[in-house]
């Protein structure tokens, strides 16, 4: 079966200061790979999705950057946080290879920048 | 641009009232995908449904169903004799051929006993 898994679970981290959150999933290959924002009593921004190794479409300008070095493996990325960059992160895969399946969500990662 | 609406920003109904949780998309494509949600307070997104844009039939799963319409590019929720346990905060979500995967603000949905 595929599962999915976000680390870390929460995070505090000093403005200016880098980060980097990482996403796995096993069981399936060629996924499609998402990152969302959401801030608090807010909804899900998409932030970054890839359908491909090096392929990365960035849906919001900001500070923020995406990867994607191994097929599973998707990572969130900043050089230096901003107050703004706190919020609820939350990868999510669907079938990929061109079907339209359900998205499946991580854990999420709690981030909150001080 | 692909766009999904959920007007209701919150709803509070008492315990075994129905309630209708409304979105409105928007695709230029024509093939499609539409998907709900759920969101309890633990903040896992749990998914309840999925609808291709070729199937307009009505769904129901226990005390849930869906009306999707086409004409009107709604694809609505609707929580038959509600109970506490699905207070929760209700994402609808419109995938197209890009299969870029995108939500609306939510709703979140109070049921009091």
């Known amino acids: 079966s595929q599962t999915i898994h976000q680390w870390p679970a929460t995070l505090v981290q000093p403005v200016g200061s880098p980060l980097s959150l990482e996403c796995t999933v096993e069981?399936?290959?060629?996924?499609?790979l998402y990152w969302y924002r959401q801030a608090a009593g807010r909804g899900l921004q998409l932030l970054f999705y890839s359908v491909g190794i090096g392929q990365i479409s960035s849906e919001v300008p900001q500070n923020l950057s995406a990867s994607r070095p191994q097929d599973r493996q998707f990572i969130l990325s900043s050089k230096k946080l901003l107050l703004s960059d706190s919020g609820f992160y939350l990868c999510?895969?669907?079938?990929?290879?061109?079907?339209?399946?359900?998205?499946?969500f991580g854990q999420g990662t709690r981030l909150t920048v001080v | 641009a692909q766009k999904v609406t959920q007007a209701q920003t919150e709803i509070s109904v008492v315990e075994k009232e129905d309630v209708t949780l409304d979105c409105v998309y928007e695709t230029r494509d024509t093939t499609y995908y539409l998907f709900w949600y759920k969101q309890p307070p633990s903040g896992e997104l749990v998914f309840l449904i999925r609808?291709?844009?070729?199937?307009?039939q009505n769904e129901i799963s226990g005390r849930y169903s869906w009306n999707f319409q086409k004409s009107t590019s709604s694809f609505n929720f609707t929580i038959t004799a509600s109970q506490v346990v699905d207070s929760a905060v209700y994402f609808c979500?419109?995938?197209?051929?890009?299969?870029?995967?995108?939500f609306g603000q939510g709703t979140r949905l109070t049921i009091n006993p």
């Open positions: 979500a419109l995938s197209d051929r890009a299969q870029k995967l995108v």
């Open positions: 999510a895969w669907s079938g990929g290879e061109g079907r339209n399946t359900e998205a499946f």
């Open positions: 069981g399936t290959s060629n996924p499609n």
């Open positions: 609808r291709n844009s070729f199937d307009e």
